[in-house]
């Protein structure tokens, strides 16, 4: 049982360096979601995916741009990363459709940018 | 905006007593909330839900109580173990269909 797979676990960037994270997911849910989680600070949504096709902005959508490949698959890309941007990234995914269900998540990336 | 918010950061039982965790919400459409536990160097994971046309609901060891006039909901653990340490989250699912709203976490420690 996969779930939710993030890639990679770690990276470290310089400042202005781009790079894309990667998620997938294999439960067929239709929505999903990027957070980030700093100490202290809880689990902030940048962006999410309703359903395939769509996406919109979250609470810290700034400096970040996403992409909804396919049903199965979300990418995160920063463009010129910042220092401010280091953080611990979880993807998370949900059923979606009507009713309450919870979001899965991911085991995060852990991003260091220097 | 509205938030979700925990009375204490940490906690500290010992192992095999009951654990209770707070948490207060604010936003008044709230009808759905979870809680999640995180391990180090892991994701959250999905302990329990409740919708808020109940009041009370029970998983394995696990129970989460919730009351609407204080806006006010608790995760209680019983025969705490060592392997329940962890951070956890309550979260709101705030009246939306697709948005959760996470408070900062409760470290809960449990001492042999």
């Known amino acids: 049982n996969a779930g939710v797979t993030q890639t990679p676990k770690f990276q470290v960037l310089k400042t202005g360096q781009s790079m894309t994270l990667q998620c997938a997911q294999d439960?067929?849910?239709?929505?999903m979601y990027w957070y980030r989680q700093d100490p202290g600070m809880g689990l902030r949504l940048i962006y999410y995916?309703?359903?395939?096709?769509?996406?919109d902005k979250g609470e810290v959508p700034n400096g970040y741009n996403v992409s909804r490949l396919n049903k199965r698959e979300f990418s995160l890309r920063l463009e010129s990363a910042a220092p401010s941007q280091t953080s611990v990234y979880f993807c998370?995914?949900?059923?979606?459709?009507?009713?309450?269900?919870?979001?899965?998540f991911g085991d995060g990336t852990r991003l260091s940018i220097l | 905006g509205e938030s979700v918010g925990l009375h204490l950061p940490t906690l500290s039982v010992q192992e095999g007593d009951n654990s209770i965790i707070n948490c207060a919400y604010s936003?008044?459409?709230?009808?759905?909330f979870i809680w999640y536990k995180q391990e180090s160097g892991k994701g959250p994971q999905f302990i329990i839900d409740?919708?808020?046309?109940?009041d009370k609901r029970q998983g394995q060891r696990v129970t989460v109580l919730l009351n609407k006039t204080v806006k006010h909901l608790s995760l209680q653990i019983a025969a705490t173990q060592p392997g329940d340490s962890a951070v956890y989250f309550c979260?709101?699912?705030?009246?939306?269909?697709?948005?959760?709203?996470f408070g900062k976490g409760t470290l809960l420690t449990v001492n042999p």
């Open positions: 998370a995914s949900k059923r979606g459709g009507q009713g309450d269900q919870p979001q899965h």
């Open positions: 979260a709101d699912g705030g009246g939306s269909n697709y948005k959760l709203t």
């Open positions: 409740i919708r808020s046309n109940m």
């Open positions: 995916s309703a359903s395939e096709g769509t996406t």
């Open positions: 936003n008044s459409a709230s009808d759905y």
């Open positions: 439960m067929n849910h239709n929505s």
